[in-house]
């Protein structure tokens, strides 16, 4: 599954940053999402905001990228977000509302690196920053870490310019 998390970042920030299970902060950005069980434990990766990794399989992330953003389409942030899944089969693709403005939601299958992963994708532009939240994991067991992220999602909020 490191492999499909790491596939993902392309909007990935640089920053490093402080996150209570809850918000997260650094000098950029300042966001929440909602909690996730006990089940998920956040893991350190360059260049993320938030990864979390399920016990038993399966990654969320939770990103912003607040510097050097062009103004494009919903649609091609989604798509550079996905960049290197191939064989792609789309479930939905729906325009949510999401922290008061305008968010796609794409959930698919694919595969990254030769294995097949699930994907829930949100893709947000709030303030200037672009936020990119994701769930990977293996068909096996996506719905059950589906539910963890429609909470992470639902969470989601801007709090303020980071500090």
């Known amino acids: 599954?490191?492999?499909?998390s790491?596939?993902?970042?392309?909007?990935?920030s640089c920053a490093a940053g402080r996150f209570d299970g809850v918000v997260y902060r650094d000098s950029q950005v300042a966001f929440r999402v909602g909690r996730m069980g006990p089940n998920w434990r956040r893991l350190s990766l360059s260049g993320g905001d938030v990864l979390l990794r399920h016990a038993g399989g399966g990654a969320v992330l939770a990103n912003a990228v607040c510097s050097?953003?062009?103004?494009?389409?919903?649609e091609v942030l989604a798509n550079q977000a996905l960049f290197g899944v191939v064989e792609t089969q789309e479930w939905s693709r729906d325009v949510v509302t999401l922290d008061g403005r305008a968010a796609l939601r794409l959930r698919l299958a694919g595969t990254l690196d030769g294995v097949p992963v699930d994907l829930d994708l949100v893709v947000l532009k709030k303030d200037g920053c672009v936020y990119d939240l994701q769930l990977v994991a293996g068909p096996a067991v996506f719905a059950e870490r589906d539910h963890d992220f429609d909470r992470l999602v639902a969470g989601f909020g801007t709090v303020g310019r980071g500090g």
């Open 1 to 4: 599954m490191r492999a499909a």
């Open 6 to 12: 790491l596939g993902l970042l392309a909007l990935a």
């Open 68 to 74: 050097g953003i062009k103004d494009v389409p919903l």
